[in-house]
């Protein structure tokens, strides 16, 4: 079953205004991040937030991580037209009691900026 | 520039054809990883290959094969696949699974 879901699916907004991304999930994790694709490229990735930490920062990207709500948001601070794309959740857990991790996907958020 | 390489970016294929899909990588990572991105569905986990050794295989039909000769490579062969296997092809690569992914920029594969 899908791990990350996000919401909204689709996000239109004028360039200066802040993006709120949010994302839920179902297990326990050892980190959840953050990835952006523009159309038809591959993943470029964001943000990595660990499990026993409730926020961070990456230049005009803040995350939060509530792991008592198995949730996490993505805000786009003063957005630019240059920021539209799709923007993946992405839970990083342990497959089946194994050792190795499974990093699984949401279905993305597409976020479209107006300049 | 991510540091990983996907060929090719297109490929056209008929159902009887039989193709592979290379991945390459030059940043010393340990695991490698094919996922299928098809039109409104999530992002799909095919194979994790760590050390060289496959340790996911998200129920791939046979007719993809992925082969890891070493730590830099990877590829999935392609035979008699079917029209809904048309998709984008993503290979990434981590220093160890769990930590941040670094992706190719995929190949998007049409099967007629």
């Known amino acids: 079953s899908q791990q990350g879901e996000e919401d909204p699916q689709a996000l239109s907004i004028q360039e200066g205004e802040n993006a709120t991304m949010n994302c839920s999930y179902k297990?326990?994790?050892?980190?959840l991040q953050w990835y952006r694709q523009n159309s038809g490229r591959g993943l470029v990735h964001l943000i990595l937030?660990?499990?026993?930490?409730r926020e961070k920062h990456s230049g005009r990207l803040r995350v939060t991580l509530d792991t008592s709500k198995k949730s996490s948001s993505l805000l786009i601070t003063a957005s630019r037209a240059a920021d539209t794309a799709s923007y993946f959740c992405?839970?990083?857990?342990?497959?089946?009691?194994?050792?190795?991790?499974?990093?699984?996907f949401g279905q993305g958020t597409i976020l479209t900026v107006h300049p | 520039e991510t540091g990983v390489t996907q060929t090719p970016r297109h490929l056209v294929m008929g159902m009887t054809n039989k193709k592979s899909l290379k991945c390459e990588q030059h940043?010393?990572?340990?695991?490698m990883y094919w996922y299928k991105q098809s039109a409104k569905k999530p992002l799909e986990l095919m194979f994790v290959?760590?050390?060289?050794?496959?340790?996911e295989n998200n129920s791939v039909p046979s007719r993809f094969s992925p082969e890891c000769p070493n730590s830099s490579h990877l590829f999935l062969h392609l035979h008699t696949l079917q029209p809904e296997d048309s998709a984008l092809y993503l290979c990434?690569?981590?220093?160890?699974?769990?930590?941040?992914?670094?992706f190719g920029s995929g190949t998007q594969l049409s099967v007629l």
């Open positions: 992405a839970t990083a857990s342990n497959a089946g009691g194994t050792s190795y991790g499974k990093l699984t």
């Open positions: 990434a690569s981590s220093r160890r699974t769990n930590e941040k992914l670094f």
């Open positions: 937030i660990r499990s026993n930490e």
């Open positions: 297990t326990s994790i050892n980190n």
């Open positions: 940043l010393g990572h340990n695991a």
């Open positions: 290959y760590n050390f060289k050794e496959q340790t």
